[in-house]
């Protein structure tokens, strides 16, 4: 079951980094201040998917206007990985692809994937992405006090 997270459940907090943890490499801040945060910004929408009742993936869809339209992106899109292979991946993608074309058409829906994640990226050209050629540039912005 694929569920939009539209209320703030201190129970969803370790399954998330926990899922987040294989996503990346890079050390990730996720508490309560960050699910609140998510939650309430309407330009976020935090799906879970749950295997009877434990958390065994997640995806995030943010959306934003711009001169050429509205976007979508998809991000943060992982399934635990005792869980993998069993189209939970898939299940994830067509239920954004749905939210989109439901709450949020006409917009251009967009991801990134690492090149590395065969199976992502295979994932993604069967449920209708095509590949951009295009080159992703990153800039962190600190914080400042």
């Known amino acids: 079951m ?7 459940d201190e129970q969803l907090i370790t399954p998330i980094r926990s899922l987040l943890s294989q996503l ?3 050390p990730i801040i996720f508490g309560e201040e960050e699910l609140r945060a998510l939650i309430a910004n309407n330009a976020s929408h ?3 998917m749950r295997e009877q009742d ?4 997640m995806l995030t869809v943010g959306t934003y206007l711009s001169p050429t339209g509205r976007k979508a992106w998809v991000e943060d899109v992982v ?15 067509s239920h954004a692809i749905r939210f989109c074309e439901e709450h949020l058409a006409p917009c251009t829906l967009m991801l990134t994937s690492n090149p590395q994640r065969e199976a992502a990226n295979a994932l993604y050209r069967t449920s ?8 992703v ?7 400042h006090e």
Do not use: M, W
């Not at 069993?86 to 993608?93: C, D, T």
């Open 2 to 8: 694929i569920e939009l997270v539209t209320h703030y």
């Open 24 to 26: 990346t490499q890079q």
């Open 46 to 48: 935090l799906f879970i």
């Open 54 to 57: 434990e958390v065994v993936g």
């Open 79 to 93: 399934v635990d990985i005792a869980c993998r292979s069993r189209g939970y991946g898939r299940a994830l993608i």
């Open 128 to 135: 209708g992405f095509e590949q951009k050629i295009t080159n």
């Open 137 to 143: 540039y990153k800039l962190n912005c600190p914080h």
